[in-house]
C-alpha cells in the first residue's frame, strides 16, 4: 500500500512538471513567432500586456549575462528534484504538487538558456512595474505557494 501510494505521488510529480514543459515551451513558441519586433500587446488590457524579451538573468535582473551559471544551476536544481521525488517516501499534495510545478519550471527556463543562451519572457504586468515572465516563472512561484502551504499545514497539525 505505501508503495504505491509513494509510486502515485512520483507519477502526479511527474506528470505536472511535463505539462509545466509542454505549457512553458509552446508558449514560448507561439510568443517567438508572433511577437517579434512588436511592441506591447494587450492580452488583458489595462492588466497584462504580451511583450517579447530575452532575458540573460536571473528574476529581477539578477545576474544578468551569467546564462551559463544559470543554467548549471537549473541543470543541479534539476537533478536534485528528479533524485528526491525518486527517492522520497510518498509525497503529500502539496508536496508532489509543488515539486512538479518546480521541476517542470526548472527544465522549462533550463532548457532556453542551454539552447539559445536566454530566457524568452513574454508576459507583462501592466499596472505595476514588474519583471517581464513567463509560464516557467509562473510555475516556479506556485510551486512556493504549494510548498509553503503544506509546511504551514503540517506544521500548524499536532503531532501524531
Same mark, same amino acid.
Given at each position: 500500500?505505501?508503495?504505491?501510494?509513494?509510486?502515485?505521488?512520483?507519477? +502526479?510529480?511527474?506528470?505536472?512538471?511535463?505539462?509545466?514543459? /509542454?505549457?512553458?515551451?509552446?508558449?514560448?513558441?507561439?510568443?517567438?513567432?508572433?511577437?517579434?519586433?512588436?511592441?506591447?500587446?494587450? $492580452?488583458?488590457? !489595462?492588466?497584462? %500586456? &504580451?511583450?517579447?524579451? =530575452?532575458?540573460?538573468?536571473? /528574476? =529581477?535582473?539578477? &545576474? @544578468? %549575462?551569467?546564462?551559463?551559471?544559470? /543554467?548549471?544551476?537549473?541543470?543541479?536544481? @534539476?537533478? *536534485?528534484?528528479?533524485?528526491?521525488?525518486?527517492?522520497? /517516501?510518498?509525497? #503529500?499534495? *502539496?508536496?508532489?504538487? !509543488?515539486? *512538479? $510545478?518546480?521541476?517542470? +519550471?526548472?527544465?522549462?527556463?533550463?532548457?532556453?538558456?542551454? #539552447? &539559445? +543562451? @536566454?530566457?524568452?519572457?513574454? &508576459?507583462? =504586468?501592466?499596472?505595476?512595474? =514588474?519583471?517581464?515572465? %513567463?509560464?516557467?516563472?509562473?510555475?516556479? %512561484?506556485?510551486?512556493?505557494?504549494?510548498?509553503?502551504?503544506?509546511?504551514?499545514?503540517?506544521?500548524?497539525?499536532?503531532?501524531?
Amino acid at each position: 500500500m505505501a508503495r504505491a501510494k509513494r509510486d502515485l505521488s512520483r507519477q +502526479g510529480a511527474w506528470l505536472v512538471a511535463l505539462v509545466v514543459v /509542454a505549457i512553458d515551451q509552446l508558449s514560448k513558441a507561439w510568443a517567438l513567432s508572433h511577437l517579434g519586433g512588436s511592441g506591447p500587446v494587450p $492580452l488583458l488590457p !489595462g492588466l497584462l %500586456n &504580451l511583450q517579447l524579451v =530575452f532575458n540573460s538573468g536571473a /528574476a =529581477f535582473s539578477l &545576474l @544578468t %549575462n551569467s546564462t551559463w551559471l544559470l /543554467a548549471v544551476v537549473s541543470l543541479l536544481v @534539476t537533478m *536534485g528534484l528528479l533524485v528526491w521525488i525518486q527517492r522520497s /517516501a510518498p509525497l #503529500r499534495p *502539496g508536496q508532489w504538487l !509543488g515539486a *512538479g $510545478l518546480l521541476l517542470g +519550471g526548472a527544465i522549462g527556463n533550463g532548457l532556453d538558456r542551454w #539552447r &539559445l +543562451g @536566454t530566457v524568452i519572457d513574454f &508576459l507583462a =504586468f501592466v499596472p505595476v512595474r =514588474f519583471p517581464i515572465f %513567463n509560464g516557467a516563472d509562473v510555475a516556479i %512561484n506556485l510551486a512556493v505557494i504549494c510548498i509553503a502551504f503544506d509546511l504551514l499545514r503540517r506544521h500548524g497539525s499536532s503531532p501524531s
